[in-house]
């Protein structure tokens, strides 16, 4: 494998990008009286944070060493 911190931190800038488009969209329908449809989006959040609970057990488990914050962690 040829996975590199770099690499998991591209995908955690997204999940963390759409969360925050997500909390966005989510306010402006509410502002916007929609909040029924403000609650379709709910659920999404929680996609969200699976995703990203699951990013950080992948980077848990691969031990790479140009993580930084990884290897204060654990590695001490």
Do not use: W
């Amino acid at each position: 494998m040829n996975i590199k911190y770099e690499d998991i931190t591209a995908i955690m800038h997204v999940v963390c990008y759409a969360d925050v488009l997500l909390d966005s969209k989510i306010k402006e329908l509410e502002q916007r009286g929609f909040n029924n449809v403000a609650d379709k989006y709910r659920p999404k959040k929680e996609e969200i944070k699976k995703g990203m609970d699951a990013l950080q057990k992948i980077r848990e488990e691969l031990h790479l060493k140009d993580d930084y914050a990884y290897s204060e962690k654990f590695r001490k």
